[in-house]
Structure formats: C-alpha cells, structure tokens
C-alpha cells in the first residue's frame, strides 16, 4: 500500500505528467552552422546574450536572456539534470561567433563539471583552465573585478551607460563550497554581481544544497534570475524560488524557472553528454 507521503508525492508529480521528455530525442546544436549575428535553433532566431535551456511543457523553446536578468543562480539535488543545464547553457551562449563572441570564466571547485572547458578547447575560455583552488578563485575574481573597472573608465571616457562589447559569463558550480566559510570570497561574489551588469559580465551560479549558508540574502537579491530543478526539501525550494513546487519536479531536467521581471516558466532542460560537449567543443576549434 502506498503511504501518505508516497500518495501526495504522485498525485504533485501528476501536475507535471504531460511534460514532454527531450532526452535521446534533441539533437545537440553544432555551433558551426550559427550565423555571427543570431543563433538559430530549430527554426527560432534570437539574440546572442540568450541561452537554450530546453523546451517548455508546450514544446517551444525555453530561452533565456542572460544580460537581462542580468545573474542567474540554479539550484537543484543531485541527478536532478543541473550539471546537463549548465552545459546547455554555456553551449548555447558560446554558440554565437563573429566580434560579439563571449567570454567564459570558470570555477569549479570540485573539478568536475568544466574541466573540458580549457582554452585549448574551448575558445571562448577567458583563463586557460578553471579555478579550481581558492587561491585562483580569489586572484580570477579581483583580475574580473579589475575588468569591470576598466570597462567603467571606457564607458565614462565614451559617455555610454552600458557595456556594448564582448560579455563575459562567470560560470560557478558549486557554489556552497565557495562561499561557506569564506567570506572574502563572497564579498568579491556579491561585488561583481552588484557592478557587473552594466560592464557586460553575468553570474551564472549553481548548488546542489539551496540553504541561507549557501545563498545569503544580499547574493539572492543581486541574483534576480532562479533556475529550480528537483530538490530535497519544501525549505530548500523555497530558498531558490520562494515556494515548495520545486519538490513537486519528477524527472530529471524537469525546472522551474522565475525570471527578473517575475515571470514563472515550468520545462525540461536539455541534456548534454560528456561526449556531446567534447564533440560541440572540439567543432569549435576546426
């Protein structure tokens, strides 16, 4: 007999039955056939600061503009699919070639999830491998910091507001082990989120463990963008997108995501294997 948790649990996950299931069947984007000016995707054009996260329940691609947002932080358990959203998003930003070719800067504390993201092999890399230790994720962040202070000076000699050159996304994973513990490192954090956006550079961070330890306020409210992917507790949903629907996600990649302007979209993130990022990468440098 099922139990009453067991019970609620299927008839939450109901809501999300008919939330079509895109693993095997999407084909992974070669980024070779993106024209400099836009990136093409399944018949959809639309900005180069804006990455694929996948498809909504509808079918339709759901996209999100970076630079708009202008952070974004993604939480999800782990086998919830955020590793492969994380790659779907770096993907699809670096999809887009010609002079408004992005950046990427990456720290990987558990060096894991970007150590195929070298600049041997991925063009686009800002530093010619990820931060790893915390020395280098201190000195990658004051040179980031030094950056977006010298776009300043720039946009004030030229009288402009905001950055109209080359973006630069920090991609972080995982961000509890960054933060805990180190409080120079988040004060760097919470810097570069509250300055970034008019310079072009956007935080996009993930954690497995959504807690007021890991996500303090100040670094949540600069973050306006939240990606939730199944979790462990009605708390740690709550924490991410400010209710408990995240435990409700069944499958892995299911997500909800809450937009800056307050806007709610439930989908399916796009799944990347380690063989399809070698094969988008090494596309890259042919």
């Known amino acids: 007999m099922m139990n009453t948790g067991s019970m609620k649990r299927a008839i939450s996950c109901s809501k999300y039955k008919n939330m079509p299931l895109f693993r095997k069947t999407y084909k992974t984007p070669d980024p070779r056939r993106f024209p400099s000016d ?40 782990s086998g919830s699919g955020k590793s492969s959203l994380m790659h779907a998003i770096i993907l699809s930003l670096a999809a887009v070639s010609g002079h408004t070719r ?6 990987d504390v558990k060096r894991v999830e970007f150590s195929l993201y070298t600049s041997a092999r991925f063009p686009m890399a800002l530093y010619p491998r990820p931060a790893c230790d915390l020395s280098d994720i201190r000195s990658k962040l004051t040179d980031l910091s030094k950056i977006i202070g010298n776009r300043y000076k720039l946009m004030e000699k030229k009288n ?6 080359q973006k630069i996304y920090i991609v972080i994973d995982e961000l509890a082990d960054l933060v805990i513990g180190h409080k120079d490192i988040l004060a ?28 303090p306020t100040l670094l949540q409210v600069n973050m306006p963008a939240h990606i939730a992917l199944r979790v462990s507790s009605p708390i740690e949903s709550r924490i991410i997108i400010g209710d408990a629907a995240a435990t409700d996600l069944c499958k892995p990649g299911d997500l909800i995501l809450d937009t800056a302007d307050g806007s709610r979209t439930i989908g399916h993130a796009d799944y990347y294997t380690r063989n399809d990022i070698a094969r988008v990468l090494a596309s890259m440098t042919n």
Do not use: E, K, M
Request: with cysteine; proline share 6%.
């Open 188 to 215: 760097d954090l919470v810097h570069i989120c509250q300055i970034g956006r008019a310079a072009g550079v956007h935080v996009i961070a993930a954690t497995q463990v959504p807690s007021r330890a890991t996500i």
């Open 102 to 107: 992005p950046q990427f800067a990456f720290i």
């Open 38 to 77: 836009s990136l093409v995707h399944a018949g959809v054009s639309y900005g180069p600061d804006t990455a694929l996260l996948g498809y909504t329940q509808a079918g339709d691609p759901l996209l999100l503009r970076v630079a708009a947002q202008p952070h974004v932080l993604i939480a999800g358990a």
């Open 160 to 165: 402009i507001a905001l950055w109209n050159g």
